[in-house]
Each structure stands twice: as structure tokens, then as C-alpha cells.
């Protein structure tokens, strides 16, 4: 029982037991039960804590949330030149990820997501210290730009083996060079579905027991929508981006943005983020882009959930050499059962985008009932554009 409830409680016996109501007590009766009430909530709020039982109202801890202030983690990130990082995440979400390598002091870190490296660059920077410490690195882009930031600007931070930067392919393909006992994951790919869910998956066999993993933009789909115009421009600008690179469209109009790939799609990664059994540890700022799962352990008591979030629409079908690759790794820790969920989704989503590419080659001719593709279940929504 916290202040407020004992308070509450207290108002409702004086109500209760006042002199106009019915059941009146005398002054001295009132007082004294009132004394007694006091002293009872106080003792099931100390025999709360201690064993561990809560109210429904103490979210905080009974949800295993920790809002943390990032002003106050031990975050080194101010040595950097913020000039030089080319980093695609924000100031205070740098302070974040740097602040809880530091509180956590993991030993193998991988990172998913490297880009221009500003952000390999800032995990390089919170391990500097840590002989044991060392990081690796996977993009899918095998660009000349992937983890430049670190090669340019940073190039004291890669030394004595700490850094391994894997690129051109999915995590599969490198995780097994990589092995296991991970202990910090950075999590910052695609941010539509199932990308990061299959970035998930893929990792997870290779995590140790109370690992954490940190995932950027899990706000997206509110930031861009334009809920917050702070926000809007650069995030519909980054998003814009994304498209043209990884889906080859050339002309983006901001139209398409918002309703064919924006913010009613960019759900991936706040649906993972609370998704991911274990303590949540989260920005105590407004609508904070960041946040990070410490697992809890057992993790497999969870696999039918993860996997059911390859049910939800996809974005994105990878290419059939990630699937080929992805299949494979899938076969390798998981069950028949699970994977023939993973083998069913990847059917379906690739015929509703073949469908999807009939109706556009066709959109004059085809009536909108008109649906070529079987609906596995009536549950089941089609692409959002599809209707
Ligand atoms: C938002 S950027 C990463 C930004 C970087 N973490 C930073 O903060 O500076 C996303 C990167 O993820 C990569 N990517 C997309 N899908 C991926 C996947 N499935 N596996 C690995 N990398 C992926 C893209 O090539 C891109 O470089």
C-alpha cells in the first residue's frame, strides 16, 4: 500500500463512520481505529516490500519497468566529437546506450544495424576501458560507408581486436563465427515487419542468461506519424532515406511515406520491445525512441510468442537468399513446430506481395472485392493497402 492508499483509506472510514451517517462511532472510537488503519496499511506496505507482493497501482515495480534518467547512468558519450559520430540516433539515447554498457559492463556486445558506425562508434567508446570487453558488428549493406565512422574518426577505438564489423549479409550467416555467451545486444535495422523480429530470433540462441538488448525507434510509428512535429520532419526524412536504400524506390513522395510505409507500419520494434520477456528499462524523458529488455531467464517458455509475431502484416519479404540462409539457422535451435510457423508466414506474405503487384499492374481492370490471394483465416489482415 503506498501513501496515497493509506491516505484513501483513511478519507473513506472518516466518511463511513462521520457523525451524520448512520453507523456513527463516538470521537474516541473513530480516533483509535483510525490510529489502528494507519499502522496496518504501514505494516502491509513494509510486509509488501519484503515479500514482494504489490498493488495493482505500483506499475513501476510490478511490471519490471525501470524508468531511468539518463542524466544520472554513467555515460562517457561527451568525449566524443558529436561532429564526426554520423550517428542515427539522438543526443539522449547516445547518453542511454553508452550509460547502460557502462552500469551492465558486458564483455561480447553485438550490434545489428551498423550503417556509418556512429553508433559502433559510441559502444567502442563506453569499452574502452574494459581490456575483456570487445564488440561485434553486422550490417546486410556490405557498402563502403558500413562503420566508416569508426575507420575515419574513430580508428584508436577499433584497436587490440576490440571491434569485428561482419558484412553484406543477415545475423545467420555470422552468428556461428561469432559464438555464443552475448551479453549486450544493439538492435537498429529496418524497423518494419518482420526484420527485426527475424533479427531477434536469430540472435536469441546465441544470448547468455540475463542478457540485455537495447532497440532504437521504438516510437517510430508515433514520431512520424507527426504527433510530435519536433520529430516529424527528421524522422520522415530518415525514413525517406531507408526507402530509397533498401527498397530501391528512387521517388519517394511523402504521400507514400505515410501510408504505404510510414508510421501505421513502423510498429516493429515497440511490438518487440514489450514483447521480449524480462525487465524493461526505459528513458524517464517524454516519448523516448529508445529502450532496452534485460531477459529474464527461461526464455524458452516464450518461443510460441516470438514466433507469432511473424504472423503480424509484413513489410518486407527478405530476399530467397536470407530466407534460404534464415531457414536453415531456424531448423538449427528451434522445433519443427515453431519453424513450420516461420516457413507458413513466409508463403503467405509472398503471396500477398505477388497479389499486391498484380492489382497495381492491373489497378484500372481489377474490382476491389477482387482478391486473388487465399485468406489463411478470417483474422488474417492483408497488406493495409491491399483494401
Ligand atoms: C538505422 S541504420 C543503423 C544506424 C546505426 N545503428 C547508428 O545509430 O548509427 C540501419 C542499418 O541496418 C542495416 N540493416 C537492415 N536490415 C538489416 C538486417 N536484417 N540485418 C543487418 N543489418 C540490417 C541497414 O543496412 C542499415 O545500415
Request: hydrophobic fraction near 40%; aromatic fraction near 12%; proline fraction near 3%.
Amino acid at each position: 500500500m503506498n501513501s496515497l492508499e493509506v491516505v484513501l483509506s483513511l478519507k473513506i472510514f472518516d466518511y463511513l463512520t462521520k457523525p451524520t451517517y448512520h453507523f456513527s462511532l463516538c470521537k474516541h472510537v473513530r480516533n483509535a481505529l483510525k490510529t489502528g488503519i494507519f499502522f496496518f496499511s504501514c505494516g502491509m506496505s513494509v510486509f509488501k516490500r519484503v515479500v514482494g507482493v504489490g498493488s495493482i497501482f505500483s506499475h513501476e515495480e510490478e511490471a519490471g519497468v525501470e524508468y531511468v534518467d539518463v542524466d544520472k547512468l554513467d555515460s562517457n558519450s561527451d568525449e566524443l566529437d558529436g561532429s564526426k559520430l554520423e550517428v542515427f540516433i539522438a543526443q539522449q539515447e547516445v547518453k542511454f546506450l553508452s550509460g547502460l554498457i557502462r552500469r551492465y559492463k558486458p564483455k561480447k556486445i553485438l550490434e545489428v544495424g551498423v550503417c556509418n558506425g556512429g553508433s559502433s562508434a559510441v559502444i567502442l567508446n563506453s569499452i574502452k576501458d574494459d581490456e575483456e570487453a570487445k564488440l561485434c558488428s553486422i550490417d546486410i549493406d556490405a557498402g563502403e560507408h558500413v562503420g566508416r565512422a569508426v575507420r575515419k574518426s574513430f580508428p584508436e577505438l577499433a584497436k587490440g581486436g576490440k571491434w569485428r564489423l561482419f558484412k553484406g549479409n543477415i545475423a545467420a550467416k555470422f552468428l556461428v563465427e561469432i559464438g555464443d555467451g552475448i551479453d549486450f545486444v544493439f538492435l537498429d535495422t529496418l524497423h518494419v515487419n518482420p526484420v527485426e523480429f527475424l533479427d531477434f530470433l536469430m540472435i536469441l540462441p546465441y544470448l547468455k542468461e540475463g542478457a540485455v538488448i537495447v532497440i532504437h525507434d521504438v516510437m517510430l510509428q508515433h514520431l512520424v506519424g507527426g504527433l510530435d512535429p519536433k520529430h516529424a520532419e527528421y524522422l520522415r526524412a530518415m525514413c525517406k532515406k531507408f526507402i530509397q536504400a533498401y527498397f530501391g524506390v528512387t521517388d519517394v513522395t511523402s504521400l507514400q511515406i505515410q501510408t504505404k510505409f510510414g508510421y501505421p507500419l513502423l510498429t516493429t520494434n515497440c511490438t518487440l520491445l514489450w514483447t521480449i520477456r524480462g525487465k524493461n528499462l526505459i528513458p524517464s524523458y517524454d516519448l523516448p525512441n529508445i529502450g532496452a529488455v534485460k531477459l529474464e531467464s527461461g526464455q524458452r517458455k516464450y518461443l510460441w510468442e516470438y514466433f507469432n509475431l511473424l504472423t503480424l502484416p509484413w513489410v518486407y519479404v527478405p530476399g530467397d537468399e536470407h530466407l534460404q540462409i534464415m531457414e536453415k539457422f531456424l531448423k538449427k535451435y528451434y522445433s519443427q513446430e515453431l519453424v513450420a510457423t516461420f516457413e507458413d508466414e513466409v508463403t503467405y506474405h509472398k503471396a500477398v506481395f505477388a497479389a499486391t503487384e498484380k492489382l497495381e499492374e492491373r489497378k484500372d481492370e481489377v474490382k476491389t472485392e477482387e482478391k486473388p490471394v487465399e485468406k489463411k483465416g478470417f483474422w488474417r489482415r492483408l497488406m493495409p493497402w491491399l483494401d
